[in-house]
């Protein structure tokens, strides 16, 4: 029987303020358009104390190109491989274009994504996995196209208990995975250049 979830005022104020600092995110606009951010039940039994988000990335045509979560953990006692009493673990699943899929270090591309995007807010400890699946299809669905996804499973200590920077890393590395240009930066036009907005 999983036990019952901490009630907010038995929270450790230091695990509340990183709490809220980790669902800020949701309180303006999404830091993309292509972005939906929602909070979600974090798993009960990786850490006294839990906290957890998810995000979808979705095309003008309403198709899911990517979707993650981000769950902050905290143990007042800390574990091994933690600095610190938080860890932060991160999973995205993407679909990958063939052309992507083929390029035998998109696992590296995709795990430096990860550490850049990191870098502004302040971590140590990383670890994590990277995996490219390709789905064929046979017999009556032989008609189908292959489909490849990417997979991305990573945790870390953060620094601090402001986890704002890496929310939006998580975001960044998620539109990143969907094939999306930085923030910032428009898609490319047929026959030109990027701009900056």
């Known amino acids: 029987m999983t036990p019952p979830s901490p009630a907010p005022e038995a929270e450790p104020a230091v695990f509340r303020r990183a709490a809220a600092s980790l669902r800020s995110v949701l309180d303006g606009p999404p830091p993309r358009p292509e972005l939906d951010l929602e909070e979600i039940p974090a798993p009960q039994r990786l850490a006294p104390y839990a906290a957890a988000l998810s995000g979808s990335i979705w095309r003008d045509d309403d198709t899911e190109t990517a979707s993650g ?108 995975t969907a094939g999306l240009p930085p923030a910032g930066v428009a898609a490319m036009p047929p026959g030109g250049g990027g701009t900056r907005r």
Do not use: M, N
């Open 69 to 176: 979560r981000l769950i902050l953990l905290y143990d007042p006692a800390g574990r091994d491989g933690w600095a610190g009493g938080f860890r932060l673990v991160a999973y995205i699943q993407a679909d990958l274009e063939p052309e992507v899929a083929a390029d035998e270090l998109i696992g590296q591309v995709a795990w430096s994504w990860l550490l850049e995007a990191l870098e502004p807010a302040g971590f140590t400890g990383e670890s994590g996995t990277i995996t490219r699946a390709v789905s064929e299809s046979f017999g009556d669905k032989r008609g189908e196209p292959s489909a490849t996804e990417l997979e991305l499973r990573a945790s870390w200590s953060p620094t601090g208990d402001e986890l704002a920077a890496h929310v939006a890393a998580w975001c960044e590395v998620l539109a990143s």
